[in-house]
């Protein structure tokens, strides 16, 4: 049997004008062209923030400085104060009110339990939102803030596990829902870093702060559904606060596995 010819290779096509090639390359890097649009990743930009849908403002203000309330005559005035800045709308807290309003919702985080916890933690959350360029002092040699002191307060209380710190689902919501909200809306993370766990005054470090939240994300940990989306919140905002940042953050505040859960969400790291 006579043996077939090999049918011909086919012509090699002619090499791309520039005009055609989406891949073009000028001087070694891609062109303008060939870069992968991702708007809907693009558009994922922004910190993830609790705000007051329901007017529960005045409510809990309400509560707060009821007649039998644990608080001075003073202490409740400036929750008033506070209230009144908040329900009108007002876009940015004086720095009075903030800091005589937040003293009396420190001394309600240290003194009270139950729902004044809950309720002082619904009107703190809202502080951070309403102070444009979140700045927190952070030098030791400074004077703390009221808000700081307040943050410091709830970090010990997040991370604490006795029975004589637990806080109720509902605090619990309403104190990550408040970090998170702090940590959305600095204007520098290394702040935040620092506000919890750097410098000779250090309370609670950041990193203990984010193991609780990635504990409250187990459901068997954590079988509240609205506490490990509100943990999450906060989470998602540490990391978003990394992401924009133009300079490095010095990492040795935040251990490499704090950004770790494994699959399961059941077993965590050593």
Known sequence: TPISAPAPAPAPAAPPTPQANN?????????ESSKTETP????????????????????????????????????????????????????????????DSCLALLSILKKSKGSDVTFALMILRLVPLQLPHLTLCCDDSSEKSPLRSCLERLALILVDATTTMTLNPAARVMAWCTMGNAFGTLVDLTAGAQLLG?????????????????????????????????????????????????????????????????????????
């Open 23 to 31: 891949t073009a390359t000028t001087s070694g890097s891609i062109t």
């Open 40 to 99: 809907f990743l693009d558009s994922q930009n922004r910190p993830l923030l609790s705000n007051d849908i329901n007017n529960s403002v005045s409510v809990c203000i309400n509560k707060l400085t009821r007649d039998d309330s644990p608080l001075t005559e003073k202490q409740r005035s400036d929750l008033r104060k506070l209230g009144q800045q908040l329900t009108k709308g007002e876009k940015v807290i004086e720095k009075g009110v903030c800091d």
């Open 198 to 270: 750097h410098g000779s005054t250090a309370t609670t470090p950041l990193e203990q702060v984010m193991d609780a939240a990635v504990l409250d994300l187990s459901s068997s940990h954590q079988p509240r559904g609205e506490v490990r989306q509100a943990a999450s919140s906060f989470l998602y905002n540490v990391a978003h606060g990394l992401s924009i940042r133009s300079t490095p953050i010095g990492m040795s505040l935040i251990s490499d596995w704090s950004f770790y859960v494994e699959d399961n969400n059941d077993t965590l790291p050593d």
